[in-house]
């Protein structure tokens, strides 16, 4: 079902307005109360689409004016109780809508939570730079975002004797005269006196300011208006806010709002919501109101000659595929043909296994002829123990393994232990239940090791959320998060699922991880211990006896949670194109879409009817068309990142680099208590010193992040591959590929084909071949002496081999 | 298309012969290189709003009561063994330790309240003093001149910030130490030195090509290197290679800039100006320091010393693995007097001075009461740091401690406002936001922190 016909069914749009293509949204309205007004706008539709914002061109009526008033811009306003009919005319078009206006004569005073609270921050005065800062400002502080009512009430109505509010003279108020610029106030002029938010206010005081109460009915829904829309580069949408109480009601709360786009070069919004198009491509306009967040999709396709064709003749292979097309068809962005072979090998071989296809499996692949060569060579891949190793590699990241706070036996032991879970391809919900549960002893149960990194029930919260479900709640530690919905209640409901562990020393040099009987963090805020809950599951009672920690591991694994298998899907997606489909990978905010949502739902529901299989989601994203395609653009998706027309080009991880130097020029990279010929992949411990691991931006392994590792290029890393040891000392080793190679009898022109074959997974093309030769001929030209001439050569054939292990098609992934 | 020998001279596609690559370097189309500080010099006549600066972080934390906030009022196990002396700025004293500044005290002033809540380990200290702030929730806060780095960017060829000698490394608490970009990405991390300057065969890592890859062969490879990489389409949409190519082009330019080599070639500074600084690690490092600046560095960070264990630093516990308090006096006091002076004297002559600031201050200052092994230990309650060059006035003192040096008695100054001072001199608005972890805005004073206004 289409987004639009899910919105249709919510909001009772009759999409006999479909006919005639043009739409009043929302279709109807209940204006309850005499404060109430409520927003209407006007769209053309086409095909199932809305295609442009009409309001300012449509006249708008209203059937019975003793029931609702309408302006010009499409505001309805009650007059009194009844029903009647608003019709919007617009050419020789007309769409209607049902208002119905309640409780006209009640007199129902300003809510301080509904109310007063989004104007103060609609007006930003509890925004964290502001009087919403931990320490507040010149004596005034408010909750960030208005998430503790209570206390900003009485913030507001017993501190500085009162000042803030004067009763018996509203307009005396500071709450008033400051932000209204009557008198100076440091952070300016934030409404004006004969503005909506200034009535509110004074209004709120005039009715003897209402407290905020328990039984208030409060938001639980926000909803974008319109959903979705297909546009043109110009164009222009209003996007409204439609809020949903409790109690049932609905009001418009678009002036109250806050708005914010996810890509600006496709679409940049204003404070009102107004939405201009900038570019192509497509891009969500996040609203925010009250803790809750909705989305507004804003598609615009590039005009595409031919497309039909073009995507009719693409290459399927799996559901992947056909999903990816038909994201790409909706916005007119041209998919790029199949990579070659050496291309396929290459990444494939990187991706999965974080080490470079040796030359001797470059031969036989480009000389093999088999049709499905392609996927038995992912086959092959996901059986090697370099695939266990990049992997293990990869979740040791994830998990901090490490002897920077880990004794070296504790370390090798939860290594290990993620090393044989790797192996034995343990599905990932069990994966995760063996580290959040784990209990005993550290070096026999390495997974117990995650009690000793993370001791408290804060890190523990903090690191869990963001390694199984790819989430910071950092922010709700102090209090609500200011963007999302998670708050500081449940925060401190998950914490003390994480606050009954106890760690004792063993007897041989181990820590011995057990469940506690008691043990609860309190509340900072409240003072009160917030019962075990994780996140938005049921609470436990707090008396409930038993590990704790089981609740939150059988959570994770609920169908009920949607964040666990997006978090792994997203994290696995991200190795093989470089990008997850929600980006960052570990930011999984409902305000930081996926950019494509379908794909990632049938990610997910395939990876849980594989019983959380890593392994297979590998496969299936390997053996996909998608993952196939050059990474050569073809006219029309050169600027594209995020849609996977390309695959776009990814420089390699330090370890990976490391280990393809290592192998490209067969000297392995000595690493201090290791044996040698020990591959940087195979290193359990982030902590082995390496300058060019550190340069080259090797996770430190200190806080659970995925902004830890960085494939940022930068002047000290051309600086280390241009002058420093690692590599040059790899060219003149003595018992090297270079060395072998001038020791032999190869030609120059073998030469430069094991070179490229070596680094590059590819022969020489001719001009390649022949401008090479032609430079390792020059350099031993008219020299006499055998001995020099050697020299000379070996020099030329260092240089060459710098220049390619230097380049972009070797440093990245392609 | 491109011809090379590897013995003889080299011919490049453009036609030239060159002898000498790093001759090449100022003609190269990569290198717009600054034809020496005699123009330099020439063109500071040119009105320049830019303020540089110079951190000389004191690590292991002096004693304020040894140094810059003496109390000889006190009882001895308090006052200490040294005696305050007069400087030429009446009513300003220091420690005898202290000659040559005590001459220069009308171009410093001193800050005698500065304090810190957090633990008292020397990691939160370098933390909180290199980019005013603790690092909590993950979010590792870039280090001052990372953030004029990435709001400034580079002057010339030389890179915007230089790190020396080397970065801070382990003083116990494990933690970092705030002296890289943080979250605003490798790409605004500091050049770091890697290297000894006082050391006889002084020379930057990776600066220059190892001496067996010749400059004949140093220009093949670059050469090549062009010659291979071609323009393959898949690159061009991909900002990651577009910042490759530059960074290898910025290397180059680094290479075989005249600038940048002079600026690093110390052999060229006279001795006298080598005796004047002292030939001690941190006196050649404040020595480069200079030359760095006068060469279009704009930040630069000193590390005076780069851990606190089995070595003699201001971290003086009074016994092993630490140092004892005489160290003061006979070596770290001296060592500091003679390259602080010298560098605020020679940026004076040149003019330098009032267009650079001069840092000079620890993660804390030490406990008042000597220890029984007689030394003291950390505190971060209270200390004194020091302040000089760019819009800061000199000879002031700001702030008190009470009589034994244990709390601000007037005019506590945080950490935040600290490096707040330090934005305001550099000219960066404290308003400045940068885009944190998850596009989050994170400003890079907190709202309400303010600068040192006195000092202004």
Known sequence: MSRISVFALLLGVAFSARADDLSI???????????????????????????????????????????????????????????????????????????????????????FKNHVLPVLTRAGCNMGSCHGAAAGKNGFRLTLRGYGPEVDYDVLSRQALGRRINKTAPEESLMLLKPSGAIEHGGGVRFSEDSLEYRVLAEWIASAM??????????????????????????????????????????????????????????????????????????????????????????????????????????????????????????????????????????????????????????????????????????????????????????????????????????????????????TNVPWDEF?????????????????????????????????????????LTCARCHNHPMEKWTQDQYYGMANLFSRVTLKDGERGEVIVSPAPDGDIVHPRKGIVMAPQALDAKPAPIESRGDRRELFASWLASPENPYFDRAIVNRVWRNFFGRGLIEPEDDLRATNPPSDEALMNWLVGDFRAHNRDVKSLVRTIMTSATYARSSDPVPGNEADTKFLSHYVVKRLPAEVLLDALSRATDVPTPFGGYPSGWRSIQLPDAQVANAFLSSFGRPERVSTCSCERSAEPSVAQALNLANGETLNQKLRDEKGAIARLVASTASDAVVVETLYKSALSRPPDEAERNRLTGVLAEATAGLKDAKETAAARRQAIEDLYWAILTGKEFLFNH | MFRVDADRPAHFCDGLTRRDFLHAGSLSLLGLSLPGLQSLKAQAAVPDSDVNCIML??????????????????????????????????????????????????????????????????????????????????????????????????????????????????????????????????????????????????????????????????????????????????????????????????????????????????????????????????????????????????????????????????????????????????????N????????????????????????????????????????????????????????????????????????????????????????????IPLETEMIGPQSRPLRIVDHGVEPIRELF
């Open chain 2, 57 to 334: 972080f004191l690590v292991g934390g002096p004693s304020q009561l040894d140094t810059w906030d003496m109390k000889p009022a006190a009882p001895s196990e308090i006052r200490g063994p040294f005696r305050p002396i007069d400087t030429n700025v009446p009513g300003i004293q220091v420690s005898e330790i202290f000659p040559r500044l005590a001459k220069i005290m009308d171009k410093v002033s001193v800050v005698r309240s500065c304090n810190h809540q957090a633990t008292a380990v020397h990691d939160t200290g370098h933390q909180m003093m290199q980019t005013g702030r603790l690092f909590t929730g993950g979010i590792e806060h870039p280090h001052i001149g990372c953030v004029l780095a990435k709001v400034k960017g580079a002057k010339g060829d030389a890179p915007p910030h230089v790190l020396m000698p080397r970065p801070i490394g382990n003083t116990g608490g494990g933690m970092p130490h705030g002296q890289s970009a943080g979250y605003l990405g490798k790409t605004f991390d500091p050049f770091v030195l890697n290297a000894d300057p006082s050391a006889k065969d002084f020379k930057v890592p990776d600066l220059l090509p190892p001496e067996y890859i010749s400059a004949v062969r140093e220009q093949r490879r670059k050469s090549l290197r062009a010659a291979i990489d071609g323009s393959v389409k898949a690159f061009e949409s991909s900002s990651d290679a577009r910042l490759l190519d530059a960074n290898f082009q910025q290397a180059y330019r680094l290479m075989s800039s005249k600038a940048a080599r002079e600026a690093f070639d110390l052999s060229s500074e006279p001795d006298s100006a080598k005796d004047r600084y002292g030939r001690t690690r941190f006196g050649m490092s404040c020595l480069l320091a200079r030359r760095l600046i006068e060469r279009g560095v704009r930040f630069v960070t000193v590390n005076m010393f780069e851990t606190v264990f089995n070595e003699i630093t201001w971290d003086i516990h009074g016994s092993a693995p630490f140092s004892p308090i005489e160290c003061y006096k006979n070596e770290v006091g001296p």
């Open chain 1, 432 to 472: 995760a239940r063996r580290v959040i549960t784990a209990r005993g002893s550290t070096l026999s149960n390495g997974a117990a090791n995650y009690f000793v990194l993370h001791r408290d029930p804060i890190d523990l919260t903090e690191s869990s959320s963001m390694a199984f479900l790819g989430m910071s």
């Open chain 1, 210 to 423: 209402p407290r905020p109460r328990e039984d208030e009915p409060g938001v639980v829904k926000v909803t974008a208006v319109p959903p979705a829309v297909r546009f043109r580069p110009g164009q222009t949408q209003q996007v409204t806010v439609q809020a949903t109480y409790s109690d049932g009601r609905t009001a418009d709360v678009t002036r109250w709002a806050k708005f914010g786009s996810t890509d600006e070069t496709v679409a940049k919004v204003d404070e009102s919501g107004q939405v201009k198009v900038e570019g192509r491509g497509e891009a969500a306009i996040t609203v925010w109101f009250a803790s809750l967040v909705d989305r507004s999709t804003i598609s615009v396709p590039s005009e595409l000659k031919d497309g039909s064709r073009i995507f009719a003749e693409a290459v399927r292979r799996n559901p992947i595929d056909e999903i990816n097309l038909k994201k790409l068809a909706s916005i007119g962005i041209p998919p790029s043909p199949e990579c070659t072979d050496s291309a396929f090998l290459r990444r494939a071989y990187l991706d999965a296994t974080g080490t470079l296809p040796p030359i001797e499996v470059v031969t036989a692949f480009l000389a093999d002829v088999s049709p499905d060569k392609r996927v038995k060579l992912v086959d092959r891949l996901l059986q090697t123990s370099e695939y266990i190793d990049y992997w293990a590699y990869k979740w040791s990241d994830l998990l901090l393994v490490s002897s920077k706070k880990l004794p070296p036996n504790a370390m090798w032991s939860f290594y290990r232990s993620i090393r044989n879970a790797v192996e």
């Open chain 1, 25 to 111: 949204l929302p279709s109807s309205a209940v204006l309850d109360g005499p404060k109430v007004s409520q927003r209407f706008l006007v769209e053309t539709a086409s095909g199932g689409f809305f295609t442009g914002d009409q309001t300012a061109n449509a006249r708008f009526s209203i059937d019975d004016p003793r029931i609702a008033t309408v302006s010009v811009d499409g505001t309805v306003s009650p007059v009194g109780d009844g029903a009647t009919v608003l019709r919007a005319k617009f050419g020789d078009r007309i769409a209607t809508s049902t208002i119905t206006v309640k409780n006209f004569a009640s007199n129902e005073p300003w809510s």
């Open chain 2, 336 to 427: 500091f007097d003679n390259a602080y002076s010298a560098l605020i004297e020679d940026l004076s002559k040149t003019g330098l001075l009032s267009k650079t600031m001069v840092l000079a201050f620890g993660e804390f200052g030490r406990t008042p009461k000597i220890n029984p092994a007689g030394g003291r230990d950390h505190h971060p309650g209270c200390w004194s740091s020091l302040m000089a060059g760019g819009p800061i006035k000199g000879g002031q003192v700001v702030g008190a401690s009470d009589e034994i040096g244990y709390a601000p008695k007037d005019r506590p100054v945080s950490t935040a406002e600290i490096a707040a001072t330090v934005y305001q001199g550099l000219g």
